[in-house]
């Protein structure tokens, strides 16, 4: 490849060296080079956060960043919040409440919540609205989403 | 190519090397840009690693410098964000949706000059100044005098916007109102208004233009007391588009409502003071 760029990324705790474009986004270097596939091509455009993932622990668009400029910062994938034995509390959250209709937009919907349980673990609805806020879900389907995160969080120790 | 220079010098060098290089800062709209192919630059220059870049810092004469690489995020939690400065505070928190704030920068905002942004209106009704690095140097100008037009800005060619400057804190309120479809979308119309105890106030539109509106005429009229006047004139003075968001006469209508309401807001907390 011509102007091609060797790097080395640390995704889900794992250093994966790569042989990248320049202007290749980490959406593109995740789904087509590593294969891990959680994060979703909605848009490619930031609006839809179906290919959110954690940057340095912040939620960001997957399909906004350029896969060169993260080699600073560690990756989570949705991959990398569960082990093959257990979802994470969250996910199981999830899959109790329903939260789940098409499914597109739950691996980014996982990594907003994900960030902003790791920031507020009590978060109250509105400020659990506002974070899902940063991800459309075209099933409209934000009600059972919100209801997972509240009750897990009430049931989870102060 | 992506270059990731450590130092101002360095990527200014870079972007007045090659004509068709382009700074990214925090990618949000330069690489949506690149996804939809509307550009093709020749490199990119990262601005990650240029230190000079990052950091809130209060200068001798108690301006404050905001970093170009502050995100949105940041800005919108600044406690120093209060009376008139409070204008930057509330633009911040309506840009977008939580996740787009922790990725887009005040420089970068600032450069791409898009007039439905909200950073252009709220920075020209504080009187901030925009820093620009070049490679003969470091110049200051009036936000006022920075965005020109769709997309266009003061920036000569390898320029690059390394901070923003508010003026000193004064007395007083400031205000952002934002009318948009939903939270996070791009205004149809906002308005941003300072004013000062000491009696300077100042009103700007945004989102109804190539650039920020404001008039002499209409801060006169405000001084005044004369909201409804001044919400002519303003309406009178916008250029604004019929869009997808609303019809350009819609965005005229609203313009006198819109700032009277804030005028009324801005007014009270002047009171409580």
Redesign the interface.
């Known amino acids: 490849m011509i102007?091609s760029?060797d790097v080395m990324l640390t995704v889900n705790g794992e250093q994966r060296a790569l042989r990248i474009e320049?202007?290749e986004?980490l959406l593109s270097s995740l789904r087509d080079r590593l294969r891990l596939t959680a994060a979703k091509r909605g848009c490619?455009?930031?609006v839809c956060?179906a290919c959110?993932v954690l940057i340095g622990g912040?939620?960001?668009?997957a399909?906004?960043?350029?896969t060169?400029?993260c080699v600073?910062h560690e990756i989570t994938t949705v991959e990398g919040l569960s082990t093959p034995l257990a979802l994470s509390p969250l996910q199981t959250a999830m899959v109790r409440a329903g939260a789940i209709q098409c499914g597109f937009c739950t691996p980014g919907m996982l990594i907003?919540l994900t960030a902003l349980l790791e920031e507020r673990a009590h978060p109250t609805r509105e400020e659990i609205r506002?974070?899902v806020?940063?991800?459309i879900c075209r099933c409209t389907g934000y009600q059972k989403i919100i209801d997972a995160v509240a009750e897990m969080v009430e049931t989870s120790p102060a | 190519?992506?270059y990731?220079p450590q130092s101002l010098g360095e990527a200014v060098g870079l972007l007045t090397s090659d004509p068709n290089a382009r700074p990214?800062a925090?990618?949000?709209s330069l690489?949506?840009m690149?996804?939809?192919r509307l550009i093709e630059p020749s490199?990119?220059v990262?601005l990650?690693?240029v230190a000079e870049l990052h950091g809130i810092v209060t200068l001798a004469d108690n301006a404050l410098r905001i970093g170009a690489m502050t995100r949105h995020r940041q800005v919108a939690e600044l406690s120093e964000l209060i009376r008139p400065r409070a204008v930057l505070r509330q633009a911040a928190a309506a840009i977008a949706?939580?996740?787009?704030r922790?990725?887009g920068t005040i420089g970068g905002s600032v450069a791409l000059s898009d007039p439905a942004a909200d950073y252009p209106a709220a920075l020209v009704a504080m009187s901030a100044s925009i820093e620009i690095a070049g490679s003969s140097g470091s110049r200051c100008l009036a936000a006022a005098d920075f965005f020109l037009d769709w997309y266009t800005t003061a920036l000569a060619p390898g320029e690059l916007v390394t901070a923003v400057h508010l003026p000193p804190p004064a007395d007083g309120a400031g205000v952002y109102h934002k009318l948009a479809r939903v939270?996070?979308d791009y205004a149809i119309v906002s308005v941003a208004l300072t004013i000062e105890t000491a009696g300077k106030i100042c009103a700007v539109i945004g989102a109804c233009g190539p650039r920020p509106v404001w008039l002499e005429t209409a801060n006169a009229e405000l001084a005044r007391g004369n909201v409804a006047a001044a919400g002519d004139l303003l309406a009178a003075a916008s250029d604004p588009l019929d869009d997808s968001r609303a019809s350009a006469s819609y965005r005229r209508r609203v313009i006198p409502r819109m700032l009277a309401r804030a005028f009324a807001e801005a007014k009270a907390l002047v009171r409580a003071l």
């Open positions: 102007g760029m320049p202007f986004t490619n455009q930031g956060g959110s912040q939620p960001a668009r399909c906004l960043s350029l060169a400029n600073d907003t506002v974070a806020s940063s991800n | 190519m992506l990731r990214l925090g990618g949000v690489v949506a690149l996804n939809a490199a990119l990262s990650a690693r949706n939580p996740t787009i922790g990725m939270a996070g």
